[in-house]
């Protein structure tokens, strides 16, 4: 079957008595065959639009779209979507191919036919020759690869995935994101997955949707939300980032600390708008060096923290009474408490709009 494409459209979902709502006007696309990645921290309405779309759980307002048609409606087994779940919700009894072909009985496969197509769900993410094992025998990461099959089975119009890493240790997680991300483009099935974890999302996903609080804040491809902020709160959820107020001059920014300013091009988001507060240059680590203490062209810092990671020093500098800044260094001995320089190597930066963050309630 073709994959579909999957639209939510202004979806709203406000619980009882909830001083906000989960779901404030969320519309986005996934194209078929994409994998878009819901991001968000804790309560951003992640799990709430997942559910909405498996049919679990009705919006107050809004529409789900697959291939154009309204599913809004349709109860959970209508719409040909597969759940994977966090925790994975195998059958502990059940053999490894019993658990894949679970779910095509009630879709009036044939007896004959269901062996079959477990076995090539199995073959499709690599545990061809394990199903007539005992599922609980099998290790977290194989659990995660049957769960998998399990939804791709049924060949779902859409694969819906709850946290699907985050039961798994670090090192397999890490080994999973690649295998997962392989297992889904071979299937060529359009998928949705929900995740607090901003590296999972970066690794799987083809496009990232950064939620907060129940709000679309960004749909993008990884590179796009990291080079491109659409505002603050982005800026300051994706990849770190130290925000420098920037003074605009046609294309160049200044960036003036403790006296010493800095230049570089300014890229503004397309629809941004500087004009109330001013502009915040986004200050990747991998834009700023380390320099002499004494070099006068460099802002003048000290270090505030450091610690050793893959081969890089990294850096915590404070700037100044507001402002602290990371960056890595192949140095080995920068000590903290070290007065330093830190030049802006970067020849174009991110700008946002200088907003202050809306308060919680
Ligand atoms: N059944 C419910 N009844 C009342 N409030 C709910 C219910 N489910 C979710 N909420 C609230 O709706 C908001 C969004 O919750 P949701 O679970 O969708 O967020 P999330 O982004 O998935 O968070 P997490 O990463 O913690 O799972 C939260 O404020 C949450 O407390």
Same mark, same amino acid.
């Given at each position: 079957?073709?994959?579909?494409?999957?639209?939510?459209?202004?979806?709203?979902?406000? $619980?009882?008595?909830? #001083?906000?709502?989960? &779901?404030?006007?969320?519309?986005? @696309?996934?194209?078929?065959?994409?994998?878009?990645?819901?991001?968000?921290?804790?309560?951003?309405?992640?799990?709430?639009?997942?559910?909405?779309?498996?049919?679990?759980?009705?919006?107050?307002?809004?529409?789900?779209? &697959?291939?154009?048609? !309204?599913?809004?409606? &349709?109860?959970?087994?209508?719409?040909?979507?597969?759940?994977?779940?966090?925790?994975?919700?195998?059958?502990?009894?059940?053999?490894?191919?019993?658990?894949?072909?679970?779910?095509?009985?009630?879709?009036?496969?044939?007896?004959?036919?269901?062996?079959?197509?477990?076995?090539?769900?199995?073959?499709?993410?690599?545990?061809?020759?394990?199903?007539? /094992?005992?599922?609980?025998?099998?290790?977290?990461?194989?659990?995660? %690869?049957?769960?998998?099959?399990?939804? =791709?089975?049924?060949?779902?119009?859409?694969?819906? =995935? !709850?946290?699907?890493?985050?039961?798994?240790?670090?090192?397999?997680?890490?080994?999973?994101?690649?295998?997962?991300?392989?297992?889904?483009?071979?299937?060529?099935?359009?998928?949705?997955?929900?995740?607090?974890?901003?590296?999972?999302?970066?690794?799987?996903?083809?496009?990232?949707?950064?939620?907060? /609080?129940?709000?679309?804040?960004?749909?993008?491809?990884?590179?796009?939300? $990291?080079?491109?902020?659409?505002?603050?709160?982005?800026?300051?959820?994706?990849?770190?980032?130290?925000? =420098?107020?920037?003074?605009?001059?046609?294309?160049?920014?200044?960036?003036?600390?403790?006296?010493?300013?800095?230049?570089?091009?300014?890229?503004?988001?397309? @629809?941004?708008?500087?004009?109330? %507060?001013?502009?915040?240059? #986004?200050?990747?680590?991998?834009?700023?060096?380390?320099?002499?203490?004494? @070099?006068?062209?460099?802002?003048?810092?000290?270090? #505030?923290?450091?610690?050793?990671?893959?081969?890089?020093?990294?850096?915590?500098?404070?700037? @100044?009474?507001?402002?602290?800044?990371?960056?890595?260094?192949?140095?080995?001995?920068?000590?903290?408490?070290?007065?330093?320089?830190? /030049? =802006?190597?970067?020849?174009?930066?991110?700008?946002?709009? !200088?907003?202050?963050?809306?308060?919680?309630?």
């Amino acid at each position: 079957m073709p994959a579909a494409s999957l639209v939510l459209q202004a979806l709203t979902r406000r $619980y009882p008595a909830a #001083v906000r709502p989960a &779901l404030d006007g969320l519309s986005l @696309d996934v194209r078929p065959g994409e994998l878009v990645a819901l991001l968000g921290e804790s309560g951003a309405g992640k799990t709430t639009a997942l559910r909405i779309v498996a049919g679990y759980e009705r919006p107050d307002a809004g529409a789900v779209l &697959l291939d154009g048609a !309204d599913v809004t409606a &349709l109860p959970p087994e209508r719409r040909g979507a597969g759940m994977v779940f966090q925790h994975h919700a195998l059958f502990p009894h059940l053999s490894v191919e019993e658990n894949v072909a679970f779910g095509l009985a009630p879709r009036g496969v044939p007896a004959a036919e269901r062996s079959a197509r477990a076995a090539r769900a199995l073959d499709g993410v690599g545990l061809g020759g394990t199903g007539a /094992r005992p599922v609980h025998a099998l290790s977290g990461g194989e659990q995660q %690869r049957v769960a998998l099959a399990r939804a =791709l089975v049924i060949e779902p119009r859409v694969l819906l =995935l !709850d946290e699907p890493l985050s039961s798994l240790d670090p090192a397999l997680r890490i080994a999973m994101r690649d295998e997962l991300r392989a297992m889904l483009q071979r299937s060529h099935v359009t998928a949705l997955c929900v995740t607090h974890d901003q590296d999972d999302a970066f690794a799987i996903a083809d496009r990232v949707a950064l939620l907060r /609080r129940g709000r679309l804040l960004q749909i993008g491809t990884p590179e796009a939300l $990291y080079d491109h902020p659409a505002s603050r709160g982005v800026a300051e959820f994706i990849g770190r980032a130290a925000l =420098l107020p920037a003074r605009r001059d046609g294309d160049g920014v200044h960036l003036t600390v403790r006296g010493v300013t800095q230049r570089a091009v300014g890229i503004a988001p397309a @629809d941004g708008d500087g004009a109330g %507060r001013g502009w915040l240059a #986004v200050l990747r680590p991998e834009a700023l060096a380390l320099a002499p203490v004494d @070099d006068a062209s460099a802002w003048p810092g000290e270090v #505030v923290a450091r610690r050793f990671a893959a081969g890089v020093t990294v850096c915590r500098v404070r700037l @100044d009474d507001v402002h602290v800044a990371e960056l890595e260094t192949a140095e080995r001995a920068v000590p903290e408490g070290a007065r330093v320089g830190v /030049r =802006l190597v970067a020849a174009c930066v991110p700008l946002v709009p !200088d907003t202050s963050e809306p308060p919680d309630a």
